[in-house]
């Protein structure tokens, strides 16, 4: 756990700093290891931002229904996030293991935490704003890239 916080701190490299000199990275020409490493620090934050984003929208529609115990199940799914988190930092710190030996280590655990954070954001929009009948509350989210 605190390896995999150690490896996506690593990928902001002190973030005040980065931001200022790394700013103007292009991430669509990015050569280096770390204009690599920073560009996939972006994604993944921008991944979990759109995932928070359906989430927050989930609990919204949930409190919206007064059907059901709202705050209960919105305990559960926190709970099943919580949950999520633990595996994402256990799979994803297994592969930066793997690949520990090379510097490639941090965009592959960078890109299985994007894969399952866009998995679960489509869990997310599945489960909880996809109603039975009527359109969704969210656009569908992409499941692969930024589409």
Sequence with gaps: MAALLALFGALSINSATVQDDMSDVDCANAGSTMEQ?????????ALEENLRLYTDTAYAVLRENDERDSEALIAEIREGERLWRAYVE????????YWKPGTIRTVMAASCEMELVRERTHYVWREYLTPMEGLPRLAEPPRSGFD
């Design 37 to 45: 490493n920073i560009c996939a620090g972006r994604d993944v934050r």
């Design 90 to 97: 256990t799979a994803c710190g297994a592969v930066d293991t």
